[in-house]
């Protein structure tokens, strides 16, 4: 079992950037995919971005391409999620995520693993 613990939320004004990060309790790429979530008051968790290990291959909500990416510092150990342009709507509580066996990235329900979330407040 790999801990995640989530970090880099807080408050932004809309238009402004703000980095998340994920620590794991062993290296990222030992997995076969990480993945970002979201939920926002009154509504269901849902995809943000996910990295598969075995090809770096990215994949994100269409609501965020072009304003998020996914990666991992140089250790290993560590995904991050870079949200530029970010709008009240991006507004939520952000977890990281694990997946263990293949599959597809984009389904939460296959994902094992679940850091504490961090709340990110997008101001108007």
């Known amino acids: 079992q790999v801990q995640l613990v989530e970090s880099g939320g807080g408050l932004v004004q809309a238009g402004g950037s703000l980095r998340l990060s994920c620590a794991a309790s062993r290296r990222t790429f030992s997995s076969y995919a990480m993945g970002w979530f979201r939920q926002a008051p009154g509504k269901e968790r849902e995809f943000v971005a996910a990295?598969?290990?075995?090809?770096?291959?990215?994949f994100y909500a269409d609501s965020v391409k072009g304003r998020f990416t996914i990666s991992r510092d140089n250790a290993g150990n560590t995904v991050h999620l870079q949200m530029n342009s970010l709008k009240p709507e991006d507004t939520a509580v952000y977890y990281c995520a694990d997946r263990v066996r293949g599959g597809s990235v984009l389904k939460i329900e296959e994902y094992d693993d679940w850091g504490q979330g961090t709340q990110v407040t997008v101001s108007s």
């Open positions: 990295i598969r290990w075995r090809d770096i291959t990215a």
